[in-house]
Structure formats: structure tokens, C-alpha cells
């Protein structure tokens, strides 16, 4: 490969919550056992290049004043998209700049909702669109996610559209590629889902921040690309941190076709002064979308597809009783450990505490709306990976 994705690159010290935290308030790791972070989405990974080059060169030149975005910011958004995901047609005035993805979920539906009103969104959950839309005094109304015969996770349409009706709903949050299952949707499944929507006269926030993490032969359909009508009942989200390793640059866009939600959108965001680019996270999506970041994004997804497979054949061959359904995209595994549990008369908390303790750093699922699940990011080196595994199979899943 070109890009190397081996090195082991120590973040003490260095600002990186994923290698300083854990998150459980009573598990330490023991003596004897070094940190693998596997929980928050944050890579263990150094950008590409292009990334660091662009805002050095920007650093250089010693005055950061007040600024405009560049075309090129725009530029590199519309050639990024055409590119990565087949959007034609996409143009500056319907790209607007946030400082989070979250952050425009919540102006979106500030927008389209009243306070206390209900939102659909598909349990499991990414758990902060739990926390945003509690906090935003939003009702929150789950429509659980199905596994098939082959364990893949699918809309439950029927569950669906009976609580649209019944519960008078006109919001949805669809996330896409979903988080925290890995699915990378089909394009029938978008049509129907956008059928619904449309019969109900539900507007849709669309979270496609992981749409640049496709694993396989996935491909990522934008939603607003499956009709007119979605097009225009959509306001879509998306950010080059989860490709690029640029959380703490802070800095995601919108995209939005309808001019009335558009100006909304924009005027709710404007209104705490607080929203607005920095110049040097503008320098970072121009470095990360450009031909280099491409190329980097395309050795990416085949690290963590293998990764991916390595992770999911090893708990099937060693963890019985662990089920996990194989991501299509993102780089988190979300594992189901009920049937575990019930056999070895433990609970989720003691096999995460388990886990902590012999340094495998993994999160809760019980926020995610998995009774008994945890969440585990698999993109770091593969060496530590291996080590990971090893951990859980000697030390807790035993």
C-alpha cells in the first residue's frame, strides 16, 4: 500500500479522548496491560497527507482574520460528491457549512418541529441523536431494526408506517450508512422508505457522515438521490471527520435542495453566532477531498474491510454465543452478547468491565438501544486488533 496503516502512534498526551478516557466509571485496566481504545469513533489512524500539508501551509501565513470560503471549499465538496457518491447536478447555493452533524440535525428539526414533538428514528440508535433530541425536548419514537434469515438488518416497513399513522409523526432521522449497524442501505430500501415518508408527509434529516466508509461491493446511495419528492423533503448531513480522522478540526456541511427548508436551516443555525467555519477546518476538507484523499479513502476501506472480516470470523469461531452481523460500512461492530450472558450467568456489565480491565477500551451498547450490546471500533492497526482479540478470548470470553 502506499499510505501506511500499521504504525502504532502513541496519542498520550496529545489531546485524543479515545486514548485517555474510559468510559466506565468503575473499571480500571490492570498492571501488566497497555490501552487498546476501541469505543469512540475516532481512528487510530494519522490523516492522509494532503490534510496536514494544506492547513500548514495556510498556518504560514500569520494572520487569521475574518474570512470568506473559498470556491475552492465549495469546489472540492461538489467534485467530492460527484466522485464518491454520482450527485449531479449539486451547487454552491445548496451547501452550507456546520460546525456538526448533530448540530444541523438539531436546526433542521428546529425548523420542522415544534418542541415536543415526536421523531421517528430506527433503534439501535447512534446515541447522540438520543442525547440531542432529549435535550432539544423531542419525543423520541424507535422503530427497531429486523434481522433476516442471513443476519442482516433491515427496516421493519409495517412497524414503521403503523407509528407514522398512529402517532401523527412528520420528522424522521434516517441514518445512512446506519450507525451503530454497519448497514449500508439498498437502493429498493430507500424508495420505500421515501414512499412512506412522503404518504405521511414526513419531512427527513439525513446523517450520511459514514458515507465514505463503504466496505465490499457496497455502494452508498445518496437518499436524496432516489426521487424528486426526496430530494426536496430532505435535508442531508455530512462531514470529512469519520474518513479523515478531523473530529477535533470540527467541521461538517449540509446539503439541502429545497430553498425554503434551506433558508430556515440557515437562519436557525445563524442564530447563536456560534456556527461558523474555521479557516483552517475549511483548509482541511479541501486537503482531505482532493485526488490524494481519494486515494487514501480507497486503501482505508480495505483495511478496515479486513479488519472487518478478521474481527467477525474470530468471534464466530471463538466467542459461541456472541452474534455480531457483519458491517457493510462504518468501521463499528455492534456485538450482541444476550445469549453469552444467559449461559455463563453474567451480566453485559461484568463482561465490559472484563474487557476494560485487560486494556480492550469498548463502549456500552446500552445507550445504542442494545439491551445487551456492546460497540467496538475496529479501525486501528492490525496488529492491535489481533491483540485485542486475543485479550477478550483469554481473559473474558472464557
Not at 438520543?130 to 438488518?153: A, C, F, H, M, R
Not at 412497524?159 to 398512529?166: F, Q
Not at 461558523?276 to 480507497?298: F, P, R
Request: glycine share 6%.
Amino acid at each position: 500500500m502506499k499510505y501506511n496503516f500499521t504504525d502504532m502512534i502513541d496519542r498520550h498526551g496529545k489531546d485524543a479522548i479515545a486514548a485517555e478516557v474510559i468510559p466506565y466509571a468503575d473499571a480500571q485496566v490492570k498492571e501488566g496491560f497497555d490501552r487498546i481504545p476501541m469505543w469512540i469513533a475516532d481512528m487510530s489512524f494519522a490523516t492522509v497527507p494532503s490534510v496536514p500539508e494544506k492547513i500548514m501551509e495556510r498556518t504560514a501565513h500569520a494572520l487569521y482574520g475574518y474570512f470568506e470560503p473559498k470556491e475552492e471549499y465549495y469546489n472540492a465538496i461538489i467534485r467530492w460528491q460527484e466522485m464518491r457518491n454520482g450527485v449531479q447536478g449539486l451547487t454552491k447555493e445548496c451547501i452550507g457549512y456546520e460546525n456538526g452533524v448533530l448540530g444541523g440535525v438539531v436546526s433542521a428539526l428546529n425548523v420542522i418541529c415544534s418542541k415536543g414533538d415526536k421523531v421517528l428514528l430506527h433503534s439501535p440508535t447512534y446515541v447522540g441523536f438520543t442525547g440531542s433530541l432529549e435535550n432539544n425536548g423531542y419525543d423520541i419514537v424507535l422503530s427497531p431494526l429486523k434481522q433476516d434469515e442471513n443476519g442482516v438488518w433491515r427496516m421493519d416497513f409495517e412497524d414503521m408506517e403503523a407509528k407514522l399513522r398512529e402517532q401523527s409523526i412528520h420528522a424522521a432521522i434516517f441514518c445512512s450508512p446506519h450507525n451503530p449497524c454497519g448497514r449500508v442501505w439498498e437502493r429498493w430500501e430507500l424508495e420505500r422508505a421515501m414512499e412512506l415518508f412522503q404518504k405521511y408527509d414526513v419531512m427527513v434529516v439525513a446523517d450520511e457522515i459514514w458515507s465514505d466508509i463503504i466496505l465490499g461491493d457496497n455502494r452508498h446511495i445518496p437518499v436524496q438521490s432516489v426521487s424528486e419528492d426526496a430530494r426536496m423533503r430532505t435535508a442531508a448531513f455530512y462531514a470529512p471527520s469519520k474518513t479523515f480522522n478531523l473530529a477535533g478540526m470540527i467541521g461538517s456541511y449540509h446539503i439541502i435542495y429545497n430553498k425554503w427548508l434551506r433558508d430556515r436551516v440557515l437562519k436557525e443555525s445563524s442564530l447563536s453566532h456560534y456556527n461558523s467555519m474555521n479557516v483552517l477546518s475549511m483548509y482541511a476538507l479541501i486537503g482531505a477531498y482532493s485526488k490524494e484523499g481519494a486515494e487514501w479513502a480507497d486503501e482505508l476501506r480495505q483495511v478496515l474491510q479486513e479488519n472487518v472480516t478478521y474481527a467477525c470470523d474470530y468471534i464466530d469461531k471463538y466467542f459461541p454465543g456472541v452474534s455480531v452481523a457483519r458491517p457493510q460500512g462504518t468501521y463499528m461492530l455492534l456485538l450482541d452478547c444476550s445469549k453469552w450472558c444467559a449461559e455463563h450467568e453474567k451480566t453485559i456489565d461484568e463482561i465490559q468491565k472484563a474487557g476494560v480491565e485487560v486494556g480492550v477500551i469498548w463502549q456500552d451498547g446500552r445507550p445504542f438501544h442494545s439491551a445487551c450490546g456492546i460497540r467496538m471500533n475496529l479501525a486501528l492497526p492490525k496488529a492491535r486488533l489481533v491483540e485485542a482479540m486475543e485479550r477478550l478470548h483469554k481473559y473474558v470470553f472464557v
